[in-house]
Nanobody
Framework: QVQLVESGGGLVQAGGSLRLSCVAS????????MGWYRQAPGRQRELVAR???????TYAESVKGRFTLSRDNAKNTVLLEMNSLKHEDTAVYYC???????????WGQGTQVTVSS
């Protein structure tokens, strides 16, 4: 079992920045994949960014150049720095983790990000 606790969401004006934090209950060094999904009202949950144990990263096209994902294994934390936020970034953001690729996915409770236009 992995418990994930997110923080850092909120309300921000378009063009602003937010930083989301996700703290895991296990040593993140042992997790293969961590990252963030988001879900806007009426839309499917979509991958925002993920990092694997080899430090390879994947970003959604819509956030490339604006969002930066990082992983701090010493603090069992994954951070998502979000800059130049747009109204369309408004969603509930979920941290996730997997022990191995294709394995069970663990989810955080979600944190709301609202970007006013």
């Amino acid at each position: 079992q992995v418990q994930l606790v997110e923080s850092g969401g909120g309300l921000v004006q378009a063009g602003g920045s937010l930083r989301l934090s996700c703290v895991a209950s296990v040593n993140t060094f042992s997790l293969n994949t961590m990252g963030w999904y988001r879900q806007a009202p009426g839309r499917q949950r979509e991958l925002v960014a993920r990092i694997r144990s080899d430090n390879s990263m994947t970003y959604a096209e819509s956030v490339k150049g604006r969002f930066t994902l990082s992983r701090d294994n010493a603090k069992n934390t994954v951070l998502l720095e979000m800059n130049s936020l747009k109204h369309e970034d408004t969603a509930v953001y979920y941290c996730f983790a997997q022990w191995w690729i294709g394995g069970s996915t663990y989810w955080g409770q979600g944190t709301q990000v609202t970007v006013s236009s």
